[in-house]
């Protein structure tokens, strides 16, 4: 049998794995482990020109982002009373509520703390926006990770690379074995976000007007190119052993330290369900 590329995301008390043509959703709840099965049909196949290099990557990460909501979504639902049950509207809502914020917090924020100590058009001025906006991530981060449920999903998240390590060692899925691996994996999403800022510090200086609304927007309209440039640099990366290369990807990695935790064994006992049920 071919070897399935994996990857996944952590949701409420369980692991997303997708595999080519589906994903698989596992959570633990009172009764034991429940999953779900969704199917999956990547855009990238039916067109070749989706899967040239840098529209690929937008193209995963927006494929990413709706089965995250969606596998998001029915976690919380399985967790929650009949009475309690989220709609997809009201995950909608939710998720444009938060992407306003974000954008707030993570492109307006760090931009006019820069502009109070630097000129626009300068260099001085894009460096220390990339460097605020490394600050207020990496602060945010830490802030939720105290969070008790929040640590559990990032327990999860340790959860799903460990299985994946184990299974691209071709080791037998038992927990005994995927709990002999890292909580860090060079494909994560952490570090993509790692790529993003150092991005966007070179492609926001090179995208400059005089009103600042219109800087701020053009943060906002670049994404999905920066997003794209990105990827490209995590997939190279992630798979090459060129000292170089591998220091370019270590600020991710060690971002992973705060967004993974180590999982107990019935933590991982739920990402083994998922992961088997996609390979």
Same mark, same amino acid.
């Given at each position: 049998?071919? !070897?399935?590329?994996?990857?996944?995301?952590?949701?409420?008390?369980?692991?997303?794995?997708? #595999?080519?043509? !589906?994903?698989?959703?596992?959570?633990?709840?009172?009764?034991?482990?429940?999953?779900?099965?969704?199917?999956?049909?990547?855009?990238?196949?039916?067109?070749?020109?989706?899967?040239?290099?840098?529209?690929?990557?937008?193209?995963?990460?927006?494929?990413?982002?709706?089965?995250?909501?969606?596998?998001? @979504? =029915?976690?919380?639902?399985?967790?929650?009373?009949?009475?309690?049950?989220? &709609?997809?509207?009201?995950?909608?809502?939710?998720?444009?509520?938060?992407?306003?914020?974000?954008?707030?917090?993570?492109?307006?924020?760090?931009?006019?703390?820069? =502009?109070?100590?630097?000129? $626009?058009?300068?260099?001085?001025?894009?460096?220390?926006? #990339?460097?605020?906006?490394?600050?207020?991530?990496?602060?945010?981060?830490?802030?939720? @990770?105290?969070? +008790?449920?929040?640590?559990?999903?990032?327990?999860?998240?340790?959860?799903?690379?460990?299985?994946?390590?184990?299974?691209?060692?071709?080791?037998?899925?038992?927990?005994?074995?995927? $709990? +002999?691996?890292?909580?860090?994996?060079?494909?994560?999403?952490?570090?993509?976000?790692?790529?993003?800022?150092?991005?966007?510090?070179?492609?926001? &200086?090179?995208? $400059?007007?005089?009103? =600042?609304? =219109?800087?701020?927007?053009?943060?906002?309209?670049?994404?999905?190119?920066? *997003?794209?440039? &990105?990827?490209?640099?995590?997939?190279?990366?992630?798979? @090459?052993?060129?000292?170089?290369?591998?220091?370019? *990807?270590?600020?991710?990695?060690?971002?992973? !330290?705060?967004?993974?935790?180590?999982?107990?064994?019935? $933590?991982?006992?739920?990402?083994?369900?998922?992961? +088997?049920?996609?390979?």
């Amino acid at each position: 049998m071919s !070897k399935v590329y994996v990857g996944g995301q952590a949701i409420i008390e369980g692991v997303m794995m997708k #595999g080519v043509d !589906k994903v698989a959703a596992a959570v633990r709840t009172k009764k034991g482990i429940k999953i779900e099965v969704f199917p999956f049909h990547s855009l990238t196949k039916k067109n070749f020109l989706l899967r040239l290099p840098f529209i690929r990557g937008v193209i995963f990460l927006g494929e990413m982002l709706v089965i995250g909501l969606k596998t998001l @979504s =029915w976690s919380a639902n399985q967790q929650a009373g009949k009475d309690e049950q989220i &709609s997809s509207v009201e995950m909608t809502i939710t998720m444009v509520i938060s992407f306003v914020l974000g954008i707030g917090l993570f492109v307006g924020l760090p931009y006019f703390l820069s =502009w109070l100590l630097a000129e $626009q058009k300068t260099v001085a001025f894009n460096v220390l926006d #990339g460097i605020f906006r490394l600050a207020v991530f990496l602060g945010y981060l830490l802030l939720i @990770s105290m969070m +008790k449920d929040v640590k559990r999903l990032f327990q999860y998240h340790g959860a799903e690379h460990k299985a994946v390590h184990c299974y691209e060692a071709k080791l037998p899925l038992i927990p005994k074995n995927v $709990q +002999k691996f890292s909580t860090i994996h060079p494909r994560c999403g952490t570090s993509l976000i790692v790529f993003v800022i150092a991005v966007s510090i070179v492609v926001f &200086s090179l995208i $400059q007007f005089d009103a =600042w609304y =219109w800087n701020v927007l053009s943060r906002v309209i670049v994404i999905p190119l920066i *997003a794209g440039i &990105s990827y490209e640099l995590l997939k190279f990366t992630a798979t @090459s052993r060129f000292f170089l290369l591998r220091m370019i *990807a270590a600020p991710g990695m060690w971002v992973q !330290k705060i967004t993974t935790k180590q999982p107990t064994d019935d $933590q991982v006992e739920v990402a083994i369900a998922a992961l +088997k049920k996609v390979i």
